[in-house]
């Protein structure tokens, strides 16, 4: 079994407020990754990371922020929540060499009232 | 563009019968093909995974394939049950991109009847 956490797995929250999303990994992966899901539709990659004190922009646009001060752990926080960022957050990661296997966490279904 | 398209987009299977579900990608410059799982609400499971080097990967009662030149992968399930109903995903990860840029489908939605 996949040894990642996102917690929480669901968030109702009202618009405006900060949030912060968390995924942790115990199997000392150096790539860590934030996917978006609609319900029914493709992931779309909005965040990754090399390693500590790595981040990048994924595919598509969002206005939500990464940090990676520990090669476990993988925030993504948005500043200021609106009903657009209503999704599935799903977080994975993978080791350093090319071409393995994808870990995903269990999701964070976040709904902004 | 690297874009990856699954067929049916969704399927409604007897208890037993063996059934195929397709991926196609345009894009032949991968590194590996994988095939995940997805409950309802939850995260991703991988089921199998292709390298490009290879023709298939098997894993109890699923078998899939990877014909990389001409952009197409199957997943084969033995003697469906209903455990098996979920939403089934076919991911590429392109090279060129260090293999970060994993490219999804949509999605093949499963449910198999008692």
């Known amino acids: 079994e996949a040894d990642i956490y996102q917690t929480p797995r669901y968030l109702v929250i009202g618009t405006g407020k900060k949030i912060t999303l968390e995924c942790s990994q115990t199997?000392?992966?150096?790539?860590m990754y934030w996917y978006q899901q609609d319900p029914g539709m493709e992931l779309h990659l909005i965040h990754y990371?090399?390693?500590?004190?790595?981040?990048e922009k994924g595919d598509l646009s969002s206005e939500s922020t990464v940090s990676r001060i520990r090669t476990e752990h993988f925030p993504l926080t948005l500043e200021s929540a609106r009903p657009s960022h209503t999704s599935q957050y799903l977080c994975?990661?993978?080791?350093?060499?090319?071409?393995?296997?994808?870990?995903f966490g269990q999701g964070t279904r976040l709904t902004v009232v | 563009k690297q874009e990856v398209t699954q067929i049916p987009a969704a399927l409604s299977v007897p208890e037993g019968e063996n059934l195929v579900l397709n991926c196609s990608f345009t894009?032949?410059?991968?590194?590996?093909l994988q095939w995940f799982r997805q409950d309802p609400g939850k995260g991703l499971t991988s089921l199998l995974l292709?390298?490009?080097?290879?023709r298939e990967q098997t894993s109890g009662r699923l078998n899939a394939s990877l014909d990389k030149s001409s952009g197409r992968s199957t997943l084969y399930i033995a003697a469906s049950q209903p455990g098996d109903s979920a939403t089934y995903l076919c991911?590429?990860?392109?090279?060129?991109?260090?293999?970060?840029?994993?490219?999804f489908g949509a999605g093949t939605r499963l449910f198999v009847k008692a």
């Open positions: 991911a590429v990860s392109p090279t060129g991109t260090g293999g970060f840029k994993t490219i």
């Open positions: 199997m000392g992966h150096d790539k």
């Open positions: 292709i390298q490009s080097s290879q």
């Open positions: 894009d032949s410059a991968i590194y590996n």
């Open positions: 990371s090399y390693g500590v004190n790595s981040t």
């Open positions: 994975a990661s993978t080791p350093q060499t090319l071409g393995t296997e994808a870990f």
